[in-house]
């Protein structure tokens, strides 16, 4: 079964006529009461999902700004199992979103596979998304969220073949994460045109909704993105955002940003590029 919040999220936006916002957050930075903080502001600010970020040393897929992030939030102790707890401290407070577990897979298998599913079951996740762990080898992740009802988002770029595409979306529940580029996470200047015509190739092996991220950092990007696909995904520019503000003022600032992404902005039919 997918996750019903996922589901449910989704089918929100269709309802509306708007495009959706996914935010990233690096679980534990700067600290652990902000991310606590954070996510229920977020939720406030009109967020339709939230990543929450595990700290890996190695974080193959993201650019230097989550890279930095992750780098703190482990130097201060954060773990897989502080995550998890997060979570459910963040469902004891009322966040009602969908909430994304994103990390790497290592963590995953050093906690145990079985075990991870059991908690993020109990705690509240609604989906996963792990970099590193292609299609062909997700099948026992992927039984295992199944039966607790967390979805297995699958990670696609400009560079996938038609094969990968189709193999990929096979696998895929709750929305497929189409990479706008060839690269690491971080904001740009420009929304990437390979992204935008991958948005139009995944459609015809999928009825999933699409999101689209790594690059966006403005209203103007959230506003291209939203005519082609169900959602935007921001994350380094929000991480930018908190990591910049001054004391006190992480939460303000990121509910600012948040508000300056969804302005009025109303998607257009959405087609190819």
């Known amino acids: 079964m997918p996750s019903p919040r996922i589901k449910e999220a989704f089918e929100a936006m269709r309802r509306q006529g708007r495009p959706g916002l996914v935010l990233y957050v690096t679980t534990g930075f700067p600290d652990m009461k902000t991310t606590?903080?954070?996510?229920?502001?977020?939720?406030?600010?009109?967020?339709?999902l939230v990543e929450l970020g595990v700290p890996f040393s190695d974080p193959l897929a993201d650019g230097a700004?989550?890279?930095?992030?992750?780098?703190?939030a482990l130097a201060q102790g954060v773990t897989l199992k502080g995550c998890l707890e997060?979570?459910?401290?963040?469902?004891?407070g009322g966040v009602g979103i969908p909430l994304i577990l994103m990390g790497y897979y290592n963590p995953i298998l050093a906690l145990g596979m079985?075990?991870?599913?059991?908690?993020?079951?109990?705690?509240?996740?609604?989906?996963?998304?792990?970099p590193d762990l292609p299609p062909e080898e997700c099948g026992p992740l992927k039984e295992a969220a199944v039966a607790k009802d967390i979805d297995l988002i699958c990670l696609l770029a400009p560079t996938s073949t038609d094969r990968r595409i189709a193999e990929a979306c096979a696998t895929a529940s709750g929305f497929i994460y189409c990479v706008s580029l060839a690269g690491v996470t971080g904001?740009?200047?420009?929304?990437?045109?390979?992204g935008l015509r991958l948005v139009e190739r995944v459609?015809?092996?999928?009825?999933?909704?699409?999101?689209?991220?790594?690059?966006?950092?403005?209203?103007e990007h959230v506003e291209a993105v939203g005519r082609y696909a169900e959602?935007?995904?921001?994350?380094?520019?929000?991480?930018?955002?908190?990591?910049?503000?001054?004391p006190g003022q992480a939460l303000a600032d990121a509910v600012r940003f948040v508000?300056?992404?969804?302005?009025?902005?109303?998607?257009?039919?959405?087609g190819g590029p």
């Open 114 to 130: 079985e075990e991870f599913v059991r908690r993020c079951g109990e705690c509240g996740v609604d989906g996963l998304i792990v």
């Open 65 to 72: 700004t989550i890279q930095n992030a992750s780098f703190r």
């Open 36 to 48: 606590l903080n954070l996510v229920p502001a977020l939720e406030g600010a009109g967020a339709d």
């Open 231 to 246: 959602a935007t995904v921001v994350g380094s520019a929000l991480v930018n955002v908190v990591d910049k503000a001054a």
């Open 187 to 194: 904001a740009r200047e420009q929304v990437s045109e390979e």
């Open 259 to 270: 508000t300056e992404l969804k302005g009025e902005a109303k998607p257009k039919a959405r």
């Open 203 to 219: 459609r015809r092996h999928t009825k999933l909704p699409i999101a689209v991220g790594f690059g966006i950092s403005n209203r």
């Open 86 to 92: 997060a979570v459910a401290a963040l469902r004891r």
